[in-house]
C-alpha cells in the first residue's frame, strides 16, 4: 500500500515525529511505499535521513524529478 505525508508548515521537530511515528505504522505492512514531502528544506531531509530512515534501515531515494519528496520502500523491522 502507498502512504504518503506532507511536512509543509510543520517545524522540524514535529516533522520528524509525524514521520517516524507513520513509518513505523506503515512498515507492518508487506511492500510498503511511503511518500515523503519536505519541500525545498535540504536541512529537514537530512535531520529525516539521519535520524529515521538510517535508524530503522530503511531504503529510500530521492527522485531527480521532484527533490521536495523522499520515497521510502522497505525497511528490515519484519
Do not use: R, W
Request: hydrophobic letters at 40%; zero cysteines.
Amino acid at each position: 500500500m502507498k502512504h504518503f505525508i506532507d511536512l509543509h508548515g510543520m517545524s522540524h521537530k514535529e516533522a520528524l515525529s509525524k514521520t517516524e511515528n507513520a513509518l513505523i505504522m506503515a512498515s507492518l505492512e508487506n511492500g510498503m511505499e511511503f511518500e515523503i514531502i519536505t519541500g525545498n528544506s535540504q536541512i529537514l531531509q537530512k535531520k529525516i535521513i539521519d535520524k529515521i530512515l538510517g535508524k530503522y534501515n530503511f531504503s529510500y531515494y530521492i527522485p531527480s524529478s521532484n527533490l521536495g519528496m523522499i520515497i521510502v520502500s522497505e525497511n528490515v523491522l519484519y
